[in-house]
């Protein structure tokens, strides 16, 4: 690739797979809202509120793939989601559709499917079950995908992410898991096989407990090797396991599933 574009930059996981993604193109470009370290000798550092449709236009143009990091990570007011998961999905696709940009990833999140139990295993055909505005404009993502895969050829892999921290912090993300060097894996594969199509995937590691089947994306030939199963014993050891009943344990989105509507 000539020039790849990670939005979200500044954000955790724009810094780790910055990190991690340097061979990928001759030209890095990072965009986040917020500040971002100082460029490398083949790094861009592009400034761009996800919001502004002429900004992101000029983010885009020129770039040959976009791992779609930016946005509202966390539930927060529809205000505060409609501006950047919304109206910001909206203008990178139209920004791709403009100047060819053809193949994406897009941060999706296990929120799109909170709502299912953990003793459920579920695979990408079940119909989202959002936990949350922030769910809801994560499967508003993936549709919008779907559309500009469907009329315009634009190939998107959406990561339904789980967890995607140094390590685990409770007793969900042993399931939920992902780790960076397994998520760095998956971009290379997504942007490597030679026609992506539009799959939902979901985005954890190799952890011996899990709530995900990606059999139906096997063909990506992804094979995350990191395990919470390492951090259970320290969990175990720090943290009061929940009740039963408490959502943490009873549904795939945790605590997300108990959160009201945020008013601002
Ligand atoms: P983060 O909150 O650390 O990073 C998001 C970045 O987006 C921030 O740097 C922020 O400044 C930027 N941003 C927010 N609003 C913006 C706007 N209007 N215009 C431009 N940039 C804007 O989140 P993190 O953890 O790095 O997640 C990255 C992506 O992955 C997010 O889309 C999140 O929803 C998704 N995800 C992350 C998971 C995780 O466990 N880290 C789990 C599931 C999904
Ligand atoms: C997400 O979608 C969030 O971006 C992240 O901060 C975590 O809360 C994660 O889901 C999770 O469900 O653990």
């Known amino acids: 690739m000539k020039r790849l574009l990670i939005t979200g930059a500044a954000g955790n996981l724009g810094i780790e797979m910055r990190a991690r993604l340097q061979d990928m193109a001759d030209t890095l470009r990072l965009a986040d809202i917020g500040a971002i370290d100082a460029a490398g ?18 983010m885009v143009e020129g770039c040959d793939g976009i791992v779609h990091l930016g946005g509202q990570s966390t539930e927060a007011s529809w205000a505060t989601i409609r501006h950047a998961n919304f109206d910001g999905v909206y203008n990178l696709y139209e920004a791709c559709r403009k100047h060819a940009c053809n193949r ?8 799109a499917i909170g709502f299912y139990r953990q003793d ?4 990408n055909s079940v119909y989202p079950r959002p936990d949350g ?13 779907s559309v500009y895969h469907d009329k ?20 969900r993300m042993l399931s939920t898991w992902l780790s960076f060097d397994d998520l760095a894996q998956l971009i290379r594969r997504i942007f490597d096989v030679p026609r992506l199509g539009c799959p939902v995937i979901y985005g954890a590691s190799a952890n011996t407990a899990t709530f995900w089947d990606n059999s139906r994306t096997a ?7 990191d395990n919470a199963e390492a951090f ?20 795939q989105g945790g605590g997300f599933t108990a959160d009201g509507i945020h008013q601002e």
């Open 104 to 111: 994406v990833v897009f941060a999706s999140s296990n929120h």
């Open 41 to 58: 000798p083949n790094e861009e550092i592009h400034q761009c509120d996800l919001g502004d449709a002429a900004a992101v236009d000029a």
């Open 219 to 225: 063909w990506i030939g992804w094979s995350p090797r």
């Open 152 to 171: 315009f050829g634009i190939e998107t892999a959406s990561l339904r992410i789980g967890s995607s921290f140094p390590e685990p912090r409770n007793h």
């Open 120 to 123: 459920q295993v579920i695979d």
């Open 232 to 251: 259970r014993a320290k969990i175990d050891a720090t943290m009061e396991k929940p009740a039963a009943d408490a959502p943490d344990v009873v549904y």
């Open 133 to 145: 505005l922030y769910g809801v404009s994560k499967v508003f993502g993936e549709m919008m995908a």
